[in-house]
């Protein structure tokens, strides 16, 4: 599974932007999908999941109500719509495709895209 991702940019505090995963070379919907991020000087975080069919969801605590994980299986797409953005969430947005069933246990048996630069300014 081949992934691109985009959408990533500057954006002042409370702001919003949206990513964009494009998948191929796979079965798009028998691929769990995920955002994970990372800082410099920290370990690598799962931001947000879906499941193949786009029926169960999974969020860290400190997105929720801001973030929002969708799927088009039909165009083999992912997005991450990101509201009310805070510097905290300043990072490299990385997508992920894993079969792993669990959506929290996302990313040891994963197929990456590359980063996606999001700044959020205060």
């Known amino acids: 599974v081949q992934l691109q991702a985009s959408g990533g940019g500057l954006v002042q505090a409370g702001g919003s932007l949206r990513l964009s995963c494009a998948a191929s070379?796979?079965?798009?919907?028998?691929?769990?999908m995920g955002w994970f991020r990372r800082v410099p000087g920290k370990e690598r975080e799962l931001v947000a999941a879906i499941d193949g069919r786009g029926r169960r969801t999974y969020y860290i605590d400190s997105v929720k109500g801001r973030f929002t994980i969708s799927r088009d299986n039909r165009k083999n797409a992912m997005n991450l719509q990101m509201n009310s953005l805070k510097p905290e969430d300043t990072a490299l947005y990385y997508c992920?495709?894993?079969?792993?069933?669990?959506?929290?246990?996302?990313?040891?048996?994963?197929?990456w895209g590359q980063g996606t630069l999001v700044t959020v300014s205060s």
């Open positions: 992920a495709a894993d079969p792993t069933p669990d959506l929290g246990a996302m990313g040891s048996n994963a197929y």
């Open positions: 070379g796979g079965i798009f919907s028998t691929y769990n």
